[in-house]
T-cell receptor, first 115, second 113 residues
Framework: DAGVIQSPRHEVTEMGQEVTLRCKPISGHDYLFWYRQTMMRGLELLIYFNNNVPIDDSGMPEDRFSAKMPNASFSTLKIQPSEPRDSAVYFC?????????????FGPGTRLTVT | GDSVTQMEGPVTLSEEAFLTINCTYTATGYPSLFWYVQYPGEGLQLLLKATKADDKGSNKGFEATYRKETTSFHLEKGSVQVSDSAVYFCALSDPRGNEKLTFGTGTRLTIIP
């Protein structure tokens, strides 16, 4: 299995631009999670989906952030407009809860820099 | 709510030293417990897990025992290597639903030759 795939791996953009991060979960997994990691705030859960349906978006920092999962093999996290404080590493993770314990498999992350 | 408290880092040890990273948790019910490891520039990887009291998870020489009486899941390794340098995260699953993980703040470990 290829694991969780994220693109791009690095993104540098200017303040005010739209940024779209992409994720392909492991085939057969029914949960997908978006996290943000910064030195100041650590690892934060932004939103998660079950069977393509958003379950909890209470971690999304503000309306500039949106996430979609149009099908079981693809999800996007969009920031519009981007701000310097959005600079972070964004991780996507997936899991198959049918196996019991909720171990999550993480992608390699997208390092976002907003100048 | 559920929470995980980890030993503050950074931790620096010499190669072949004994490692303990403390982790305690607060949760209602019976969560599953996990240790994840993050190597530089990479995503988190599951290191080991335990799903019920007194279970011992182990992998790559690391061990942790689910202690319900002390609500702890301390990570140990008898002899660390330079390649163990990474950030270690303790986590628990939501006992009500299993799908969401609550992570600790992470402990940065550096092993010097």
């Amino acid at each position: 299995d290829a694991g969780v795939i994220q693109s791009p791996r690095h993104e540098v953009t200017e303040m005010g631009q739209e940024v779209t991060l992409r994720c392909k979960p492991i085939s057969g997994h029914d949960y997908l999670f978006w996290y943000r990691q910064t030195m100041m705030r650590g690892l934060e859960l932004l939103i998660y989906f079950n069977n393509n349906v958003p379950i909890d978006d209470s971690g999304m920092p503000e309306d500039r952030f949106s996430a979609k999962m149009p099908n079981a093999s693809f999800s996007t996290l969009k920031i519009q407009p981007s701000e310097p404080r959005d600079s972070a590493v964004y991780f996507c993770a997936s899991s198959f809860v049918g196996r019991g314990a909720a171990e999550q498999y993480f992608g390699p992350g997208t390092r976002l820099t907003v100048t | 709510g559920d929470s995980v408290t980890q030993m503050e880092g950074p931790v620096t040890l010499s190669e072949e030293a004994f490692l303990t990273i403390n982790c305690t948790y607060t949760a209602t019910g019976y969560p599953s417990l996990f240790w994840y490891v993050q190597y530089p520039g990479e995503g988190l990887q599951l290191l080991l897990k335990a799903t019920k009291a007194d279970d011992k998870g182990s992998n790559k020489g690391f061990e942790a025992t689910y202690r319900k009486e002390t609500t702890s899941f301390h990570l140990e390794k008898g002899s660390v290597q330079v390649s163990d340098s990474a950030v270690y995260f303790c986590a628990l699953s939501d006992p009500r639903g299993n799908e969401k993980l609550t992570f600790g703040t992470g402990t940065r470990l550096t092993i010097i030759p």
